[in-house]
């Protein structure tokens, strides 16, 4: 081989090689109401926010044609700033009255490959108000399965139906499955306890997810610790995580609450 071209070669393994070793970025937000009450301008600020991460699971889509309607605008808006984008949104959840929502999953297919169809987790029992959405992704030799989840109202107990999600693992024995979303309960809640003798650890600790209306005497627009992702131990062996701060300062909260009354949360994982 001539010179140039070995030199070109090992070039490009070494690319290939450096991409493969970049970890993956999972970032889940509760978008509130997110449907045409979504303006342009927040559409455009929302897409921002997520466009650097390579899996987004997003909960409180309207389940009206409004709410698949902002999804595939977001899709748009996060195509126009350069990588490729898909998606897929949830059919309505089977919930009771006034409960039903959607779910969506945005990637970059640069990075990641849907595997399959998602589906909503049909098979939980009606004490689950709004199903989990599942999806099957691929990420160079590895497969994630995700589970995207909103769990039922702070004052509505949903560690009642917490409880019924670890039961959800052992359906999957073959697959890495995690789950994502908005809990309505802190990681500290014993509830969580099933999934933990399962090996299962939140990825957030102690850490507050949504915003208040208005900041406290003291600076504080931060509220409760109810938003997570809980990562198997075996097969995800290497992760960081953290809580993105939109707000920062007391001034950005009322625009930042335009977007919605929850923060984002994200997990780095790399094998």
Same mark, same amino acid.
């Given at each position: ?61 309207? +389940? !009206? ?11 748009d808006? =996060?195509? %126009?700033? @350069?990588? &490729? ?12 009255k006034?409960?039903?929502e ?10 990641v ?49 917490i ?16 789950? +994502? !979303? ?12 099933? =999934?933990? %003798?399962? @090996?299962? &650890? ?10 208040k ?39 950005r ?19």
């Amino acid at each position: 081989m001539k010179p140039h071209l070995r030199l070109l070669f090992f070039l490009l393994l070494f690319s290939v090689h450096s991409v493969a070793q970049e970890p993956l970025r999972l970032l889940s937000w509760n978008i509130q109401d997110f449907g045409r009450t979504k303006d342009s301008s927040e559409i455009r600020a929302i897409a921002q926010v997520v466009a650097d991460y390579d899996v987004v699971a997003i909960q409180e889509v309207v +389940a !009206g044609y409004g709410g698949a309607q902002a999804v595939a605008r977001l899709a748009d808006q =996060l195509n %126009r700033l @350069g990588e &490729r984008w898909d998606y897929r949104v949830s059919d309505p959840t089977d919930s009771p009255k006034y409960k039903t929502e959607r779910y969506a999953f945005l990637w970059k297919t640069g990075r990641v490959q849907l595997r399959g169809r998602p589906w909503l987790a049909g098979s939980l029992p009606e004490a689950v108000f709004r199903e989990p959405y599942l999806a099957r992704f691929r990420f160079g030799e590895h497969g994630l399965l995700i589970a995207n989840y909103h769990a039922r109202r702070h004052d509505e107990a949903p560690e009642e139906e917490i409880a019924l999600l670890a039961e959800l693992p052992a359906l999957y024995p073959g697959d890495c499955f995690l789950l +994502a !979303g908005d809990f309505n309960r802190s990681e500290e809640h014993p509830v969580f306890d099933a =999934l933990e %003798r399962q @090996g299962y &650890r939140p990825a957030i600790l102690g850490q507050p997810t949504t915003l208040k209306h208005y900041c406290d005497d003291r600076g504080n627009y931060l509220n409760h610790a109810i938003d997570n992702v809980y990562l198997p131990g075996g097969c995800l062996p290497a992760t960081r995580a953290g809580v993105l701060d939109l707000v920062e300062d007391c001034t950005r909260l009322e625009e930042v609450r335009r977007w919605s009354d929850h923060l984002p949360v994200w997990v780095e994982i790399a094998w």
